[in-house]
């Protein structure tokens, strides 16, 4: 089946520095790709949509200067913390709707991100 | 390999009993959770199970069996609202995320 996968899995940086995210889909193309975040409570929060060739969508409250967002190509899409902050250490996990039928999604691994 | 087990696709009658089966072998354990997802919106948090038994929450239950690598959620008393996708996915011992391709549920009137 699909894969999608996500680099690195867990990252620890300091506050003030920015971490990169990627995700990738690995055996098929992605237009579009979502961005997740793991809550305490195990609820996944959307971030926001990331769209090939153009802006990504943002979820309503998000910030897109410090959640910045690439679609690169058809494989692959990167999210950077920017300036982090204690507060953004998270679980971040992204997906990918692929195969036959598009409303099936792909979930990658997740990358956990603590910030000190 | 790691690997998560959840039939495709299940049909159900509106007001009946219907329980989703996930199967798993990983390395290590964490957790299994169960989410729900309509087309087209995010995946909604339905259940966390790290220990073995039957955790219950209104029409819906979710059941792990560590020993057997097994997990059920149990829908009753559906409603139309419940087609959706359920998603079960387990955490493993790097705290990585291994998800199943999800059971696509459809309730019948």
């Known amino acids: 089946g699909a894969v999608v996968s996500q680099h690195p899995s867990r990252v620890i940086c300091k506050s003030g520095t920015s971490v990169k995210i990627e995700c990738r889909s690995l055996d098929f193309q992605a237009t579009t790709m979502f961005w997740y975040r793991q809550f305490p409570k195990k609820s996944l929060m959307l971030m926001a949509t990331s769209n090939e060739g153009s802006k990504a969508t943002y979820e309503q409250g998000v910030e897109k200067d410090k959640f910045l967002i690439n679609h690169a190509s058809l494989t692959l899409s990167t999210l950077t913390v920017t300036s982090a902050h204690p507060e953004d250490s998270s679980f971040y996990i992204c997906?990918?709707?692929?195969?036959?039928?598009?409303?099936?999604?792909?979930f990658g691994p997740g990358t956990r991100l603590t910030v000190l | 390999g790691q690997n998560i087990d959840q039939p495709t696709e299940m049909t159900a009658t509106e007001g009946a009993i219907v329980q989703i089966n996930c199967t798993y072998q990983?390395?290590?354990?964490?957790?299994l959770f169960w989410y729900q997802q309509h087309a087209g919106e995010a995946p909604t948090f339905l259940s966390y199970?790290?220990l073995d038994g039957l955790e219950e929450k209104g029409r819906f239950s979710s059941f792990l069996s560590r020993s057997k690598g097994y997990s059920y959620l149990l829908l009753k008393e559906l409603q139309m609202k419940d087609s959706a996708s359920y998603l079960c996915?387990?955490?493993?011992?790097?705290?990585?995320?291994?998800w199943g391709a999800g059971t696509k549920l459809i309730i019948k009137p």
């Open positions: 997906s990918a709707p692929g195969g036959r039928d598009s409303d099936t999604q792909y």
């Open positions: 990983t390395s290590g354990f964490n957790g």
């Open positions: 996915a387990v955490m493993d011992s790097n705290y990585q995320l291994i």
């Open positions: 199970n790290v």
